[in-house]
């Protein structure tokens, strides 16, 4: 009877250490769904984290032979819990590895020798798990095997790919499937966030592969949404800003007609001509990008990190070097191979941003109007969040803030909170106003790219975003 005992216990304690085994190997690896193949054992140079880290293609053509490049991070703490992101960048044709996860909103900034990796003590991974996308085929390192697809991109193409990028994507990972789910992006990514999010609504009335995204809302920062308006704004903001002469100023208002605003050809010739003025009143050593940063000086900033010394240049405590680090770092041979990237051996280096000579995108797509697009998104209850850094002069809040009252005009939305600041750390992060579920806000002395300037007001406001808490008002 003893012995029997015995041995029905012993058999209960070899399962439950192998349902233990079990439990803890998928806590390691890949009884979530997560592709083994993907994992990321160690980018060279990076500090320690407790956070898995995957990077790869998913085939978004099988026919063309197209597949688009992506480096997802867990959020670094109870990952299973928090939602999930993805982050486009813009251009056309600008790298979100490069750019969002690299330089602005990922766990890890390259250090000042571009041979590491140093921690982002703001990273969105901290409230978040972060999926970052190089979109269209011909950014980064996402190819095609089919040489008229860097000929013939544009919005819709861009969108259908993106789209059929998620559905793969979920494949690889099914636990995130059922998780909230947010559409984030900036610049351009005005105009491809909300036509993926277009997408995802409309297969979601009808879904084919047996789940529904549970896309909870869309954030725009500094985005491309109505180029009338948002090319207006430039030159407005830049005499506002002591940039340009009166002179030239009213010489642009006179002759630019900008509601007639086309690039291929449809710019006037006395309105080129007064807007090539006004850039060289500006002066060559000014960055669109933020007004109030000093220039990285690239050929000597080249020059010492072929000496091996540290290349790290501040300004107002931000390294305007970090875009040539970035490149730097991700053309090694070793960083590629950590990321299970360039598996195609690609015939240029790797920039942020693609030169015309690799991707054609059609110069047509900037005309659109996407204001009926972020309309019906706010139709169908998405939670809407557009900012603005206040310091870009490529796409001023200025030319945004005139987009939004626009559409809170166009559907007769009012307001729930009044324009005001809001905070960080008791000190004025920006200004705000929503209209329910609508909200605009700018980012005080940030950049057109908000979390590389401004990377703890970029996490208040994202934060924010996603939790659907207001934003902080001032304490007495």
Known sequence: MA??????????????????ALLMACSLSTCGGAPESDLITRLPGQPDVDFRQYSGYVTVDVDHGRALFYYFVEAEHDSQEKPLILWLNGGPG???????????????????????????????????????????????????????????????????????FLLNWFEKFPEYKSREFFLTGESYAGHYIPQLAQLVLKYNENPTR????????????????????????????????????DKTYKAITRTCDFTQFELTGGIPEECNEHMSAAYDEQGPFINDYDVFLDVCLPGVAEQELRLKKKITRRSLGVDVCIVLEMETYLNKPEVQKALHANTTNLNHSYKQCSSSDVLHYSLSNYTLDILPTIGELIRHDLRILVYSG???????????????????????????????????????????????????????????????????????????????????????
């Open 3 to 20: 012995s029997s005992m015995n041995s029905s216990l012993f058999r209960y304690v070899r399962v439950l250490w192998t349902i233990l």
């Open 94 to 164: 600008c790298s979100s590895v490069a750019g969002g996860a690299f330089t602005e909103l990922g766990p890890f900034f390259p250090n000042g020798y571009a041979d590491g990796l140093v921690k982002n003590q703001h990273s969105w991974n901290k409230v978040a798990n972060l999926l970052f996308l190089e979109s269209p085929a011909g950014v980064g390192w996402s190819y095609s095997n089919t040489t008229s697809d860097y000929l013939s991109a544009t919005d819709d193409s861009t969108a259908r790919d993106n789209m059929m």
């Open 210 to 245: 047996g789940f529904s995204f549970n896309l909870i809302g869309v954030a725009l920062g500094n985005p491309l949404i109505r180029l009338r308006v948002d090319a207006a704004a430039v030159y407005t903001y830049m005499w506002s800003h002591g940039m340009i002469s």
């Open 390 to 476: 206040d310091a870009d002069q490529v796409v001023p809040f200025i030319g945004t803030r005139t987009n939004i009252n626009d559409l809170a005009k166009s559907l007769k939305l009012k307001p729930t909170v009044d324009y005001t600041a809001w905070y960080h750390q008791k000190q004025v992060a920006g200004w705000t106003k929503s209209y329910g579920n609508l909200t605009f806000a700018t980012v005080r002395a940030a950049a057109h790219m908000v979390p590389y300037s401004q990377p703890a007001r970029a996490l208040t406001l994202f934060t924010s975003f996603v939790t659907g808490k207001p934003l902080v008002k001032p304490v007495d």
